[in-house]
């Protein structure tokens, strides 16, 4: 009787990705990529002109508060954060505001992408306001500052807002990091007005 030297294989054939497939593939990550990426920026440059916006707010709410209530009022400028804080006369300090129960004067912490800088004064314009004097509100913070010890001094404010209507002259930038674009540049003048450089807001 004759043997069969034929064996049935019962192994499937393995198919891998044709090259078509995976151009495919490929071309379509690059469609969802050029979709979300320019929207991811734009949504980050949103948050920058929103955070100018939000700052510019803040600072103008501050000047308003400082005239109609007739207190002391500064603000303490940190990298990720803004901090409105008043005078107290018991204490003879400057003190976070606390609750909601003033609007626009909590403290406002920035978006994780958004970092604030900060340089005080203008010369050309102190002097222009003080015709090469010292006003009012330039004496009474260098009395506050000088009258403080090393604690206040870490925990005081950088901008004083008087009832006056004068403030501590500054320029401050947002900047959103990882971005390319300019920060956005804020002048707080002598006279509490808040003003943004960049005009495209």
């Known amino acids: 009787m004759p043997i069969s030297t034929t064996v049935s294989s019962s192994v499937g054939t393995e198919r891998g990705f044709t090259l078509i497939e995976v151009l495919i593939v490929v071309v379509l990550i690059g469609l969802f990529a050029a979709l ?13 002109d929103q955070g100018a916006l939000r700052l510019q ?6 000047g308003e508060h400082s005239v109609f209530s007739g207190e002391l009022l500064g603000v303490r400028l940190e990298e990720d954060r803004v901090v409105p804080m008043r005078f107290d006369p018991v ?3 400057f003190v ?23 340089d005080l004064g203008n010369p050309e314009e102190d002097a222009a306001d003080s015709h090469g004097g010292v006003t009012i509100a330039q004496a009474a913070e260098a009395r506050l500052i000088a009258g403080e010890d090393e604690d206040d001094r870490d925990k005081r404010p950088q901008l004083f807002f008087f009832p006056s209507g004068e403030a501590t002259p500054a320029r401050l930038s947002l900047e959103l990091i990882g971005s390319r674009r300019m920060p956005v540049v804020l002048n707080l003048s002598a006279f509490s007005r808040v003003t943004i450089e960049d005009d495209t807001l």
């Open 91 to 93: 204490e003879q300090k």
């Open 96 to 118: 976070v505001f606390g609750g909601q129960s003033r609007v626009g004067l909590d403290t406002w912490r920035l978006d994780e992408d958004l970092r604030l800088a900060w």
């Open 36 to 48: 979300l990426v320019p929207n991811m920026i734009v949504g980050n440059e949103r948050d920058l």
């Open 57 to 62: 707010d803040v600072l103008a709410s501050v």
